[in-house]
């Protein structure tokens, strides 16, 4: 069952799942760096599960559900969430990300990293954190091939931050990006 699912590095993508040419860019360039590591070089790609933080409001449609969440609680109008809000994604704080960066980018990891908390959040769940009590309007998917569940393998990350690291929760991620929450 997805809930029991982790997103390894190692997990084969079909690019002819892939409906975005976003995801097809990020294949390709994991490509690319594969045809370099069979040559010898030292490459090391990072995968970024959901990053969000502040900044997140200037990407418009492209920010991360809280913010879109936020916005529809400041317009007073009800938060949409496509499906039944049971999916779920691994949401990452900015600084975490960046933290992971810098200590992976000083490592000798090499290969594709995910970089992502391991912990997934349902949409519902992430509602209620933005806008206790607020209405909820219900679509079905605008697109296919959603992705409906993510969360990062954490492993390979974990031997370079240490098992300790503590990633911010998304609930205080949460209160520190939308005011009043």
Known sequence: KWENRYNREDDAIDPLELTSHYGKSKLMNEMLADSYAQIGMSV???????????????????????????????????????????QA??????????EATFKLMESDVTGICNVGTGIATNFNTLAEM??????????????????????????????????EYEFL?????VKKLVPAC
């Open 169 to 173: 929760p998304v609930s205080l991620g």
């Open 89 to 98: 994604k691994d949401f990452i704080w900015i600084d975490d990300a960046v």
């Open 44 to 86: 090391l790609g990072l995968r970024y599960f959901n990053v969000y933080g502040p900044g997140d409001e200037k990407k418009n449609g492209r920010c991360a559900p809280m913010q879109h969440f936020f916005n529809s609680r400041e317009q007073g109008q009800p938060i949409m969430i496509y499906g039944d809000g049971h």
């Open 130 to 163: 933005v806008a206790p009590g607020h209405p909820i309007m219900r679509k079905p998917y605008p697109a296919s091939g959603y992705q409906y569940f993510t969360r990062a393998d954490t492993t390979k990350l974990r031997t370079v931050i240490g098992q």
